[in-house]
């Protein structure tokens, strides 16, 4: 045997090296499925508990009594919860997402005033409360609200958006308009008699002159 015969691995070396590598390159693969798997187990457990999050944050803003909703810096909604949904006249209240005002229930001058407001707040960075105003209802009611307005903010603190609330105070208003026609109406008639009465005293002065 040449001494280059025996530096050569023989063939049975040679296979042992060959099913060593296989069965090491078998074991990463194996290896790697099982991070992919483990990964894959994390982000659906992620989401799944981001999915059940958003889930209760929605059933609790859909117990409050007052609408709520929320838009970005474009005005376009992002968010509501069912009270509001049922104002705006859209049932569900994932439907809201990607409309703007003018998608809504409510007149064109009301929409108009809306974003005004919604501009303001976010122009100048401070929130707004107790803004009354009117607003035509997805069942056809012309109703009366006290809004209240402040601007969203990033991890920054830069506008990001708006966030509003409200509750209807139409039979509220409805009074006040009452009260102030009837006081209205009560100075008219006040004045009225008070002139009456003036044109008495001047006719008994007459008379008796």
Sequence with gaps: MSKSDELMPSSHETIADLKQALSEAKAEIKALKYSHEQERLYRAKIE????ASQKLLQLVIDTL???IFWKDQDLVYLGCNQNFAED????????????TDYDLAWKKEEADFFRQCDQRVMLANQAEFGIVEPQLQGDGKQAWLETNKAPLHDSDGQVIGILGTYQDITARKEAEIERQELN???SSQTSELQSALDQLQQY???LEE
Aim: proline residues 4%; charged residues 30%; without cysteine.
């Design 65 to 67: 009594p007052e609408a």
């Design 88 to 99: 705006a006249g859209i049932g569900a209240s994932q439907n809201i997402v990607g409309k």
């Design 204 to 206: 008994k002065l007459k």
């Design 48 to 51: 799944s508990d981001l999915k």
């Design 184 to 186: 209205q109406k009560l």
